[in-house]
């Protein structure tokens, strides 16, 4: 908690102690109060307790302990691409995907006084989100570890002719005056966001469009991804994300995280998966969940 500036360290510790008395409905997340993540979790369950954390090992860990009964982790970003490393994080939790949440994005730059901004404080993603609002202004951009962090850190100082880019409910949790809204320069930024909680809640067959979250490392052959895929072509099983990654300094294997349309227990899927597992060293099912909006 010592981690974020004063202004945001009262509201975790009221937000902390909340969920403490009320686990079932707390919904960890990452960031300070005010936070992006922050919004997806009053988004995805309104009437739920959010429980900053500062890392997200830290919101993983509060659902491992009891602590909240889920996780709200942004996944990718339309912008920007992967935004949290979760095939390193989510395969050792032993957590499961449980749902998924899209959270169009908004800036807003927010100051403490009147006197003009001269100084934006900001996540570098986002300042470079608004970089021709910026620039436009003659607003110099200022790097900091969060966005929401950033308004609590300008609560703070008070100094004037500076100011936040952050989430509107920044603003309103640490009292500062919102300059201008929607200040971004794309209109089309949108965040996925997965939910994780201990136990899997596989959804009801035929309730509607499944999405299959799963890690897999192919045999060390030639054409040995080309063979893996091949199952889910032959069955006709739409594959909607595919991302390789490394996980030690040898590069001597590649690991893959991949969505696809269905679930296990559907039989064209189950062909796939098997044929998978034939030229794969193993697969590892993150979980099965209802889709939030329809891939098309």
């Known amino acids: 908690m010592e981690n974020y500036p004063a202004p945001a360290r009262a509201i975790v510790a009221d937000l902390t102690a ?14 300070a109060p005010g936070a992006n993540s922050h919004l997806a979790a009053l988004g995805y369950a309104p009437d739920c307790v959010p429980l900053p954390c500062f890392a997200f090992e830290d919101a993983i860990d509060a659902v491992r302990s009891g602590q909240a009964a889920r996780a709200i982790i942004p996944i990718e970003n339309s912008l920007h691409g992967r935004v949290a490393d979760m095939h390193f994080l989510l395969p050792e939790s032993g957590l499961h995907i449980i749902d998924e949440y899209f959270l169009p994005i908004h800036h807003c730059l927010m100051a403490a006084d009147d006197v003009p901004v001269k100084n934006a404080i900001s996540h570098p993603q986002a300042l ?10 003659g607003i110099q951009p200022i790097a ?50 997965l939910v994780l909680a201990r136990e899997p809640n596989m959804p009801q067959p035929h309730a509607g469009p499944v999405m299959t979250t799963f890690l897999f490392e192919v045999k060390n052959v030639p054409a040995a991804l080309y063979k893996a895929m091949g199952g889910f072509a032959t069955n006709g099983v739409n594959m909607t994300k595919l991302e390789s990654y490394q996980r030690s300094a040898s590069f001597a294997a590649t690991e893959f995280f991949c969505d696809i349309e269905g679930m296990p227990g559907d ?20 979980g099965s969940y209802p889709q939030a909006r329809v891939r098309t």
């Open 18 to 31: 909340k969920a403490a008395t009320d686990p079932a409905r707390a919904v960890a997340y990452q960031g």
């Open 128 to 137: 470079g989100q608004c970089r021709h609002y910026l620039r436009e202004r």
């Open 144 to 193: 900091y570890a969060d966005t929401a962090g950033a308004a609590a850190l300008v609560a703070e100082s008070g100094k004037p002719g500076e100011g936040a880019i952050a989430p509107y409910l920044a603003a309103e949790l640490y009292g500062l005056r919102l300059v201008a809204e929607n200040i971004e320069d794309s209109d089309d930024n949108m965040t996925r966001f």
């Open 267 to 286: 039989p064209a899927v189950d062909r796939a998966l098997a044929e998978l597992e034939f030229h794969s060293k193993w697969v590892r099912m993150l």
